[in-house]
């Protein structure tokens, strides 16, 4: 027999046998009051207190005298606080019980939570007899409630916060719960918070691949490929929304399974990359400008040279097609002229005009004369002709060499680098000359090494052009760039000193900066590009320098062979 059963028979047992002792049944009924560690009272029918066991008493602080008399439910709702969880209930079971929960506030001013059920007792005949109510002490039930739902409050609020679209499914694929920001990125029709099971997603935007163009389709969705096995983590994909809006999102999703490894479902976190595609395409596009534009001040650097170069060699023509000039107007051919033209006035009696007493020795001197002049013209000319190729020689070498380098451009070869410090040298050898820079060339034997040749002759020219400026700006009266190739573990490293001005220590760091120059009219391209163009190489370029004054050295070290990245 239940609690409950032994009470309602307890409480149909008359209390008193007619001889006035107390009946067994009465006494087996108080024994049990006693017993029952749950507070028990029994009421008559309207709701006041017959009789009561000592757990009711200790569950709401008064003594049973206190208790007996009064209308228990009125004295319970009477000390009801306010519950601020909205934990509490009133309902009224199968059976027609009342049942209640709420927090209570004992005589002592203690509090906890009961819960209060209140039953009809029924005579044989089905007429009311008397009620019996029971009274649980639940505080320690109610705090595992309260903590359940402030965590579920919380698991609430963290959802609906998460900067990034939430989307969960069930085993079946039907999705059971989304955040506000799934439903602004997807496009969810519902509340915001949880979908109705839906299996085929309830999504209205579009959805496609992350090249924006192929549509994906549902299998190839995150969830659906998360319910497969795999484990996704920042795949991209694009979705447009009704609006005609696009975004790009970074998703991941997984497989959620119980602690006892039923698999539940799955969850995916779908991040909105959108700016950040768009910051990163426009830094991409800016570099790529940047090392453009480096670039074309580093062939600029090359053409300027080349340009000085053959402006030097064109000063040479000038100069020998002057001198040909000149002497072409004071050619003695202008006497041959004179005498034809004596010969023709002299036609129709030729031979008797040379047989004339000394004409004939006049008319062989003179031809002597003119004739000796001719030879002595004809050798200068030549002479000047000679230099005057010899420059055009060079202007075309020099274009020569300009162009292979252009068609280079991009190039992965395998050369020998003295060449190519010979060319670099050969480009800035005529601003070397006409400021009195004396250039050494100390190469070691060095492997061949497979690179672009382009990009090592725009670093070398500008390093070998910045040496010279800065053999000038230190005013010195002996100034001499050295550029030295050796051999290294790694490759070869090419180094070009000079004794120059220096490297101020603040400007160290600074050095290989985009914008950063010393020079009033430079651009800060250059070592910046030369930097750039290392990198691309495989190899680095540094410099080193004692101080102000003290000349210095920059360093090119190259592989032997360049990585994957290095080609265009």
Known sequence: MSVSDSLHTAALTEPVAASGEPSLGAQSAAELLEQIPVGVAILDCDGRVQQCNPALCELTGYASSELLGHALPELLRAHQIEDTAGLSRVRIDANGASIRTMPFQRRDGSVLWIRETVALVRDPLGEPLRMIALVWDISQHKA????????????????????????????????????????????????????????????????????????????????????????????????????????????????????????????????????RKQTAAKLEQLQRRLVDASRSAGMAEIATNVLHNVGNALNGVNVSAGLLASRLRRSRVEGLERLLALFEREQADLAGFLAAPGKASQVLGFLREVTGGLAAERDDMLAETASMQKNI??????????????????????????????????????????????????????????????????????????AKYACDAAGVEAKRVVVRATGTPAGIAITVHDNGVGIRAEHRELLFTHGFTTKPDGHGFGLHSAALAARELGGSLSAHSDGPGLGAAFTLELPLRPPESAHE
């Open 144 to 275: 595992q409630e309260r903590a359940l739902v402030e965590e579920r409050a919380f698991m609430k609020a963290v959802v609906a916060n998460v900067p990034a679209g939430l989307l969960v499914c069930n085993a079946q694929g039907e999705i059971v719960l989304y955040n506000q920001r799934a439903a602004d990125l997807f496009a969810i029709a519902g509340n915001g918070s949880v979908a109705e099971a839906s299996r085929d997603y309830p999504l209205q935007s579009a959805i496609f691949e992350a090249d924006g163009v192929t549509p994906m389709p549902r299998e190839r969705r995150p969830l659906a490929r998360t319910l497969r096995g795999e484990a996704l983590s920042d795949v991209e994909q694009v979705v447009q929304r009704p609006q005609g809006e696009r975004r790009t999102l970074s998703v991941s999703a997984h497989r959620v399974v119980a602690d006892d490894g039923d698999f539940l479902g799955a969850v995916s976190i779908s991040q909105d990359i959108t700016e």
């Open 393 to 466: 020689d060079h202007i075309k070498a020099i274009v020569d060499m300009q162009q292979s380098y252009a068609r280079h451009r991009g190039v992965v070869e395998e050369l020998d680098i003295a060449t190519v410090i010979d060319d670099s040298l050969q480009i800035n050898a005529g601003a070397c000359q006409r400021h009195g820079v004396i250039v050494q060339r100390e190469l070691e034997a060095t492997p061949r090494i497979v690179t672009q040749r382009h990009k090592v002759m725009q670093i070398l020219v500008n390093l070998i052009r910045n």
